[in-house]
């Protein structure tokens, strides 16, 4: 019979309600074959078994199967009920079916308005399959209808009644049964009856029911229910005693929890899983563990706490917080990076063009690169970039990562007050992480890096502990190779990371931190720096930030120099960056209104784009006069240039001092005046003058505060310049502490000031002899355009800064 002949067959038997098919299979019509007397239509079932004495309702849904049914219903027939192997096919064929099934009788069959049909079936008795018979468009097979043997004997009895008590006792453990089902089991008294009941009364999974159906001898079956009855007992008492001992330690938001465990305790002691088992997030966790990896000691106490996060509940508030910090702990770089490949020119190439200047920095680089490349197992260096703002200490870092070819990160330090943020939060806490040192490197993603903590010198201390001392740890060579993170709680090796740090100031570092840390200098840039700065950087950074062509906007380097000295007057490049921007953005807005043609911008069109000029020398109206002396001063932003102002009036000889001047600047002024009064007789002046009259000193830009003994030289030279009525050159400026004895002492920041006489138009400089050692750092260009006259004590400052007065003697 071929395909188009068994579906014909198949709408036979459906009639009007089987399913839409091809006009030859409607067309197609035949009378099905006679069943043989012992043949049987045979229904496979996917999750059921039926025992003979039970009513149940099955739901039919296979097309052959619906034609089964109805054929059975037309004929008043019974049907064998048989279980599949795999319930997920869809159409088994006879070799996919159990051999034993039950024979039932249908007592109802109905179909729904849904187009659901369903049956009501009462099981009769076992039967066996012979063999399967082809010719019919659903499964039909010859069968053995199987006896239940004698039940007379002594065994069975005893077994019987075993059974009853059992089943008299899993009904009472089972939390929703009804206890009538205790008076319908003691009424059954057919012993394979019993069997059959008790079978399909409890749920047994299904593989254990078909045994119970095949088992043909009695006494075997009854073993099998007690054995199976007996285990599911346990369990129940078993989920009984968990219950008696949770349930005081429980609230209503703990029984998720409870139900969980419950769970999981059933289902270790049916053997249908692991205690230690890992699926889903722990084995991926597993999986993430081994790749991380990580030390002995940090991977032992891992794996510990992922074997406690496997017996953990979801609901457990830790669940969530322990699998955060096996997260972390997992993409943190503790693996070692391989060696790098060290090439001194190329870093040497990348320094110079990505940075003007700098030598000393440069060099410093580049001897750790050499030093690495011959030692590759030597210990990273602590680098701390001191300098005013602007001249390119965070950038330096990014570019030193590039000429090392190590990965950068960076870390801002300013305004942090709390520990926690250098060493990280105890886990338990809600919302704890690990310290940004650790956060950084995870965002680098090696311990092979160059990070940059920025802005150390601004670090505060509040009631959370001191962040500066929690640094100790992390910029010591000798002890970062087992920094401990409060997070992780293990320790983590920050050797092969190469620390730099920037500061402003290097007086607001706590000693040993700065101890820790190689200082390296930054000072302010010359004119010409700054030039060549904008030349190669700033002005194409501009430009192209702007959106303009090339050859849309010019900008001479008159105009450079005309911006640097009159509208910026710093030690970086910020400002002058900023002022060329402004630039270039009014060019920008000359393009987008559509006016043509090339801008070229120089110093005389600069007052129209960026207003008047910001700053003006101012040095010889103030010198002009006795009593006035210009200072050179040390500021956190760069060096710059003061002005002292002495003025005398009649009084009783008492001392004035303005300019919110702090304590050592008062006392330079104090012990100036000493030195002039004992110097009397030397400047021919009458002692008595002081007695007659007050003196004054005036320090301008009195918002400002000013401090250091730096001014104790200008504060005598004016004192001097007042009372001998000599003015003091105009392009004069002097600095350096002053004893009793007259002796000028050395002061620091001598570079910066330096560069800001040079700025300022200064073309003398007076400065302590013992400072002669810095003159190495000053720039060669401040060598060649100023003059230094080293000072021993004050009457060599008297001698240069007030030129034609002879101490000891009348002009």
């Not at 045979?42 to 099955?58: D, E, K, N, S, Y």
């Not at 010859?142 to 004698?150: A, F, N, Q, Y």
């Not at 008076?183 to 059959?196: F, M, N, P």
């Not at 002691?269 to 230690?276: N, R």
Request: charged letters at 25%; a negative charge.
């Amino acid at each position: 019979m071929n395909k188009a002949e068994q579906a014909a067959m198949l709408e036979s038997v459906l009639g009007a309600h089987a399913p839409s098919g091809t006009e030859e299979q409607h067309e197609a019509g035949a009378a099905l074959p006679p069943l043989p007397a012992d043949a049987m239509v045979i229904i496979p079932l996917r999750a059921m078994v039926l025992f003979p004495g039970m009513v149940l309702p099955i739901s039919v849904g296979r097309d052959s199967s619906i034609a089964a049914a109805r054929q059975a219903v037309r004929h008043g027939a019974e049907v064998g009920l048989l279980l599949q192997h795999d319930a997920a096919v869809d159409l088994p064929q006879p070799d996919q079916l159990h051999s034993v099934g039950t024979a039932a009788s249908i007592l109802r069959y109905v179909q729904s308005e849904d187009g659901n049909h369903y049956m009501v079936c009462q099981g009769q008795q076992r039967f066996r399959v012979l063999e399967f018979l082809a010719g019919y468009p659903f499964h039909v097979a010859r069968v053995h209808r199987l006896e239940d043997e004698e039940e007379q004997r002594a065994g069975i009895e005893a077994r019987m009644l075993q059974l009853k008590q059992r089943t008299a006792e899993i009904i009472e453990l089972l939390p929703q049964a009804p206890l009538e089902l205790v008076s319908a089991t003691e009424g059954v008294s057919s012993a394979a009856a019993l069997a059959d009941f008790v079978a399909g009364l409890i749920d047994f999974p299904l593989q254990q029911k078909q045994e119970l159906l095949e088992a043909d001898e009695l006494q075997l079956r009854l073993d099998k229910v007690l054995g199976y009855l007996n285990d599911r007992i346990e369990v129940l008492r078993l989920s009984q005693q968990i219950n008696a001992q949770t349930k005081e330690r429980i609230d209503d938001r703990q029984r998720e929890f409870l139900l969980r465990e419950q769970l999981r305790t059933i289902r270790e002691e049916l053997g249908e899983m692991d205690a230690d088992s890992e699926d889903g997030e722990i084995a991926r966790l597993a999986e993430a563990l081994d790749r991380a990896a990580l030390p002995a000691e940090a991977d032992v106490h891992a794996r510990k706490e992922l074997q406690r996060l496997a017996r953990m509940p979801e609901s457990s508030p830790e669940y969530s917080m322990l699998i955060a910090w096996l997260e972390w702990l997992c993409e943190l770089p503790w693996a070692q990076a391989p060696r790098e490949t060290i090439d001194i020119a190329v870093a040497r190439r990348i320094l110079d063009e990505e940075h003007f200047g700098l030598h000393k920095v440069k060099r410093r680089i580049l001897e750790y690169l050499a030093v690495r490349k011959l030692n590759p197992q030597g210990k990273s260096p602590i680098l701390c970039f001191a300098g005013p703002p602007g001249v390119g200490k965070t950038s330096l870092g990014a570019s030193i990562a590039r000429a090392t070819g190590r990965r950068f990160a960076r870390v801002s330090l300013g305004g942090v007050h709390d520990e926690a943020e250098v060493r990280g939060h105890r886990r338990t806490y809600v919302g704890a992480l690990p310290g940004n040192i650790l956060q950084a490197l995870r965002r680098a993603g090696s311990r092979h890096c160059v990070l940059m903590l920025d802005e150390i010198d601004k670090l505060g201390a509040g009631v959370q502990g001191d962040p500066a001392s929690a640094l100790l740890e992390v910029l010591d060579p000798e002890q970062n190779n087992s920094f401990r993170d409060n997070y992780l709680g293990m320790s983590f090796d920050l050797s092969d990371v190469m620390f730099i740090c920037t500061a402003n100031m290097l007086e607001t570092i706590p000693g040993p931190l700065q101890d820790r840390m190689e200082v390296l200098q930054l000072p302010g840039y010359t004119e010409e720096e700054k030039l060549q700065i904008a030349r190669r950087y700033l002005v194409e950074r501009q430009r192209e930030a702007s959106g303009l062509q090339p050859g849309q906007c010019t900008l001479a380097d008159d105009a450079l120099h005309a911006i640097i000295r009159d509208y910026t007057r710093e030690a970086g490049v910020r400002n002058l960056e900023r002022e060329v921007g402004n630039v270039f953005r009014h060019a920008a807005m000359r393009v987008a209104e559509g006016e043509g043609g090339a801008l070229r911008v120089d110093a005389g069109k600069l007052p129209a784009i960026l207003g008047p000029r910001k700053f003006e020398s101012e040095l010889a109206m103030r010198t002009s006069l006795p009593g006035v002396a210009t200072g050179l001063a040390w500021t956190p932003a760069g060096g710059d240039i003061l002005f002292i102002e002495a003025s005398r009036m009649p009084g009783s000889g008492k001392l004035i001092l303005t300019g919110q001047l702090g304590d050592v600047m008062k006392e330079s002024a104090q012990a100036a005046l000493t030195l002039v009064k004992a110097h009397c007789a030397e400047l021919h002046i009458d002692a008595s003058l002081f007695d007659r009259h007050d003196v004054h000193v005036h320090v301008p830009a009195g918002a400002m505060p000013k401090d250091g003994p730096s001014a104790g030289v200008a504060i005598y030279v004016a004192l001097a310049s007042l009372v001998r009525g000599r003015p003091v050159r105009s392009d004069c400026a002097m600095s350096g502490e002053i004893s009793l004895r007259g002796l000028v002492l050395p002061v620091g920041g001598i570079k910066e000031k330096v560069l800001a006489a040079l700025q300022a138009g200064i073309r003398l400089l007076l400065l302590p002899a013992r400072n002669r050692k810095d003159i190495d750092e000053i720039p060669a260009q401040a060598l060649r355009e100023l003059e230094f006259v080293w000072l021993d004590t004050v009457d060599d400052a008297m001698s240069a800064a007030i030129g034609n007065l002879v101490i000891g003697g009348e002009a």
